[in-house]
Nanobody, 123 residues
């Protein structure tokens, strides 16, 4: 059974940092793409950043480029999202997702999802 468990969310002031973790189990980690997505109240879920566990290639939404960094520790089956220079508009529930064949960082392309972790950035 595929399981994805997010952690690391919380409340932070604008300009601060958080690191999200996604612990994965139940599948061959190296064969999957892992992505971070977010959904703010009243908005559609959007892709934030994705990484290929096989070759380490990454993709970022324009809104987070230069501020967020995705990384993967294959030995721990864990993907991280380091978020710096946080802005109030980054406030959302952040979800980790996995898929064996995704080439795009789009929610519709990911089949397995975690429960999400809340990130709130105060101004």
């Amino acid at each position: 059974e595929v399981q994805l468990v997010e952690s690391g969310g919380g409340l932070v002031q604008a300009g601060g940092s958080l690191r999200l973790s996604c612990a994965a189990s139940g599948f061959t980690f190296d064969d999957y793409a892992i992505g971070w997505f977010r959904q703010a109240p009243g908005k559609e879920r959007e892709g934030v950043s994705c990484i290929s566990s096989s070759d380490g290639s990454t993709d970022y939404a324009d809104s987070v480029k230069g501020r967020f960094t995705i990384s993967s520790d294959n030995a721990k089956n864990t993907v991280y999202l380091q978020m710096n220079s946080l802005k109030p508009e980054d406030t959302a529930v952040y979800y980790c997702a996995a898929d064996p064949g995704s080439g795009r960082c789009l929610p519709a392309d990911f089949g397995f999802w975690g429960q999400g972790t809340q990130v709130t950035v105060s101004s």
